[in-house]
């Protein structure tokens, strides 16, 4: 057998093993009828549109700006958080309890609740539903069947997750890379933060009684009763920590490159903070319009985890039967 069949046939074998794994179609069965399937894929537009909002930027110059929002939406790709629970979800994958809980979503008083969450929620219904409740608040049981699905769903976390998904970067630009380490930097980072978890689980009670306001008690009791159930709060957990591991990495790459950003020493780079040493002051310097402001030097986050054996046709491409062999079983690793 020649060596180019052999790399064909290795690479087949990379593209038919790593299309579908067991379990891929009631996975993706279930993000769908959960309503995080469309949740999760947006969530990456949503947390760049936050993040180039909370950044002060009138003084700043357009290419500044436009390279802010590069760095943003290299950190928070498409695909990042969908990515990472469905490989979270395909690690923890059980027949008997994943089914399950697909049968248990299947059911009338779940459709119905799942579709109270999905209803668009318009703002100014929103706000006009908050103004009532002053007048017509909760009874002390709904509050307490509220506090419950906050925490199967973990609305107040994802809600501060997305706001603090720019604190760091919004302290690097206001105090610069040497002064975002001081102790004024930190401790009104941390003072940011405490008013925001506080903000977003006030956000999350209101958000959760307007979502289920045509629900009644026992509904949302037997709703909670599925969601918390052994099984199926297992799966809810291993979303919540898949969703959570990608917002470390993509804050961590998102830093970092902002840093690199602000570090580099290119002509027309606006520069917030005096070179870091010693006896360096916090300096917040203003910047006016560079004539150049190269291309950041950025490397691309990559989440591929669907699609890696697309990239895998690549290796027939090489020039010679050795490239290709190696390449398709590097592919396999």
């Known amino acids: 057998m020649g060596k180019r069949m052999v790399a064909g046939l290795l690479l087949a074998f990379s593209i038919s093993a790593s299309a579908s794994a067991p379990g891929d179609d009631v996975i993706e069965r ?19 549109a936050n993040a180039q909002k909370s950044v002060d930027a009138g003084a700043m110059p357009e290419s500044f700006r436009e390279n802010l929002a590069k760095i943003y939406s290299r950190s928070y790709p498409n695909g990042l958080f969908i990515d990472e629970v469905t490989e979270a979800l395909r690690a923890d994958y059980d027949r008997t309890r994943y089914e399950h809980l ?25 706000r006009k539903f908050i103004a009532g409740l002053s007048a017509n608040p909760p009874s002390p049981e709904r509050m307490a069947l509220i506090r419950r699905m906050d925490s199967v769903t973990q609305t107040s976390t994802m809600i501060a997750r997305v706001e603090l998904s720019s604190t760091d970067s919004n302290a690097l630009l206001k105090y610069g890379v040497c002064g975002s380490d001081t102790d004024q930097a930190k401790q009104e ?59 470390t990495k993509a804050g961590r790459q998102e830093i970092s490159d902002l840093r690199q950003y602000l570090e580099s020493s290119s002509p027309g780079n606006p520069k917030f903070a005096t070179p870091c040493g010693k006896d360096s002051e ?25 699609h890696r054996a697309r990239d895998l046709r690549k290796c027939l491409d090489l020039g010679n039967d050795e490239s290709i062999i190696r390449c398709a079983e590097r592919g396999r690793k």
């Open 102 to 126: 697909l049968k248990m979503f299947s059911s009338p008083l779940v459709k119905k609740m799942t579709s109270l969450e999905s209803r668009p929620m318009a703002a100014e219904d929103l």
């Open 30 to 48: 279930i993000l769908e009828v959960s309503g995080m399937q469309g949740y999760l894929s947006g969530l990456p537009a949503q947390i760049v």
């Open 282 to 306: 916090m300096v917040v310097r203003s910047v006016s319009e560079p004539k150049i402001v190269p291309e950041p030097k950025i490397a691309p986050v990559v989440h591929q985890v669907r």
């Open 189 to 247: 980072i941390e003072q940011k933060k405490m008013e925001i978890m506080k903000s977003a689980r006030q956000a999350a009670a209101s958000i959760l009684l307007y979502a289920y306001r045509d629900a009644t008690d026992s509904e949302l009791e037997n709703y909670l009763a599925i969601c918390e159930d052994g099984g199926n709060r297992k799966i809810w957990e291993v979303m919540q920590n898949a969703v959570q591991d990608a917002f």
